[in-house]
C-alpha cells in the first residue's frame, strides 16, 4: 500500500466516523450515553485507550468529568476551575492543543496540573456561542504514533460536533430549571391566592354569629355536587371558590341586620336582598383564572320558578354553577342553627327540598346532590365531603327511608 492509499483510506475512515457521530448526537438516545458513544468515536479514531468528556457545570463554575473511559475511577472525580482570563484566552484560541507545546501551560493555566493528572495528551475545546462549554481529553495513542496536524484539525471538527450536542442539553436544563423555578413561584402565588380568597370567606363569615363555616359548607358542598354532576376538574376548581365568596357582598350589610332574630323590615330586606348584586361588582372586577364566579355569586339567590332574586331569572336562564349554590346554600341554612330558629333536621331539609322540587331547586341539581349524600352514607365514594359536615348521624336504612317517595329517580 503506498502512502497515498494509506492516507485516503485514513481520510474515508474518519469522514465515516464523522458521519457516524453526527448521527449520534442527532438521535433521541439519552443525554449519557450520547455523550459516552461520541467519547468512544473520538477515542476509536486516534486509537486511544483513556479518555474523558468534561462539562462546565455553571453552579459550581467548575468543569466536570461527563464521560470517560479507561481513567482509574478518582480521575473521575476531577474538576477543573479555570479563571475568567484563562477562559478568555481559551475562546479565543479555540484550536486543540496539544499538552507538550510549549504554550500549553501559558494556555490553560492552572488547568493544565489537573489535566496532567489523568495523562491528558491532546485537549479539544467544547465552545458555542463564544461560551466554554466543556472539553474532551484524549491521552496518548496505545500505537505509540504522535498527534499529526491532520488528527488535530480532525479533533477539532469533532469537538465542534459534540459542542452542539452539550449546547442543546445545556439549553434544556436551563429552560428546566426556569420551569422549576417558575412552578415554585406559580405555587407560591396560588397559595397567596387561596390563602386571600379563604381570608375573605372568613371575613364574610365572621358578620354573622351564627353561620361560622357557611362559606367554607357552601363551597365544599358545591365542589362535591359539582364533582357528581361531571364538571371538569377547573370547572370545580371555580365553583368551589365562588362558594367561598357567593356572600361577599353581605360585608356592606349592616351587622345588624344579618344578626336580627325578629322579621326584617322592607327596607332591611331590601338591604340584605342587595348583597348578591354588591357582591357580583365586587367579583366581576376581578380577573379569575375560572370562568363564571361573578354572575354565579349573583343568581345565587334565584329560584327556577322565577321568584327569586335579584334577576328573576326562570330555570335555564340561571348558570348551572348558580343553581348549585342555590340548593346547597339553602341546605346549609336549613342545618345549621339560625338566629330566628334552630337548625332543621335532615329529615326536615329534605321535605322542604321536597316541596320546593322544580320550584326553588331544579330537579336537575337536587337528584345529583341527594345521589352523592347517598353514596357516601352507603360508602359507595371513599371521600366523604358532605355527610362529615352534618350535626346528625345518617346511615344506609335512614337515608333510604327518608329518599322514599322523593319525585325523583335516585341512582
Ligand atoms: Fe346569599
Request: net charge negative; proline share 4%; glycine share 6%.
Amino acid at each position: 500500500m503506498t502512502d497515498i492509499d494509506l492516507s485516503l483510506e485514513r481520510l474515508l475512515f474518519n469522514l465515516n466516523t464523522l458521519a457516524e457521530l453526527g448521527e449520534e448526537i442527532t438521535s433521541p438516545k439519552d443525554f449519557t450515553r450520547v455523550v459516552k458513544s461520541s467519547l468512544y468515536m473520538v477515542m476509536g479514531s486516534f486509537s486511544a485507550s483513556r479518555g474523558a468528556i468534561f462539562q462546565h457545570d455553571p453552579d459550581r463554575n467548575a468543569f466536570y468529568v461527563i464521560a470517560s473511559k479507561g481513567l482509574p475511577s478518582a480521575a473521575r472525580e476531577l474538576s477543573i476551575k479555570f479563571a475568567p482570563e484563562t477562559v478568555k484566552e481559551i475562546i479565543k484560541y479555540n484550536k486543540p492543543v496539544d499538552m507538550r507545546d510549549a504554550n500549553a501551560a501559558a494556555l490553560l493555566g492552572r488547568g493544565k496540573a489537573e489535566l496532567d493528572k489523568i495523562g491528558s495528551r491532546v485537549v479539544a475545546f467544547l465552545i458555542v456561542k463564544d461560551e466554554l462549554l466543556g472539553l474532551i481529553s484524549v491521552n496518548d495513542r496505545f500505537t505509540g504514533e504522535d498527534f499529526t496536524l491532520y488528527d488535530m484539525q480532525l479533533l477539532s471538527v469533532m469537538a465542534q460536533h459534540i459542542s452542539f450536542s452539550l449546547h442543546s442539553h445545556s439549553l434544556l436544563m436551563r429552560l428546566m430549571h426556569k420551569y422549576t423555578e417558575n412552578k415554585g413561584l406559580y405555587e407560591n402565588l396560588r397559595r397567596i391566592y387561596y390563602d386571600t380568597i379563604h381570608a375573605f370567606a372568613a371575613a364574610i363569615d365572621a358578620k354573622d354569629a351564627y353561620t361560622r363555616g357557611h362559606s367554607h359548607r357552601v363551597s365544599a358542598y358545591s365542589a362535591v355536587l359539582a364533582r357528581e354532576m361531571g364538571w371538569s376538574t377547573d370547572e370545580i376548581e371555580g365553583i368551589r371558590i365562588a362558594g367561598l365568596l357567593h356572600d361577599i357582598g353581605k360585608i356592606a350589610v349592616d351587622k345588624t341586620i344579618i344578626n336580627k332574630a325578629s322579621p326584617l323590615t322592607t327596607n332591611e330586606c331590601r338591604e340584605l336582598n342587595s348583597h348578591p348584586v354588591v357582591g357580583y361588582e365586587i367579583l366581576s372586577k376581578i380577573k379569575f383564572p375560572w370562568k363564571g364566579i361573578p354572575m354565579m355569586t349573583r343568581n345565587h339567590h334565584e329560584k327556577v320558578d322565577g321568584s327569586g332574586y335579584p334577576d328573576r331569572l326562570r330555570k335555564s336562564d340561571i348558570p348551572m354553577g348558580a343553581r348549585i349554590m342555590a340548593l346547597v346554600d339553602a341546605f346549609d341554612a336549613m342545618t345549621t342553627d339560625r338566629p330566628y330558629r334552630p337548625r332543621l333536621s335532615f329529615k326536615e331539609a329534605m321535605d322542604e327540598i321536597k316541596d320546593n322540587f322544580d320550584k326553588q331547586f331544579d330537579p336537575e341539581v337536587v337528584t345529583p346532590f341527594i345521589s352523592v349524600i347517598r353514596k357516601e352514607v352507603t360508602g359507595e365514594v371513599e371521600n366523604r365531603s358532605i355527610v362529615p359536615l352534618l350535626q346528625e348521624h345518617l346511615d344506609a336504612a335512614t337515608i333510604s327511608r327518608l329518599l322514599d317517595g322523593f319525585p325523583c329517580h335516585i341512582e
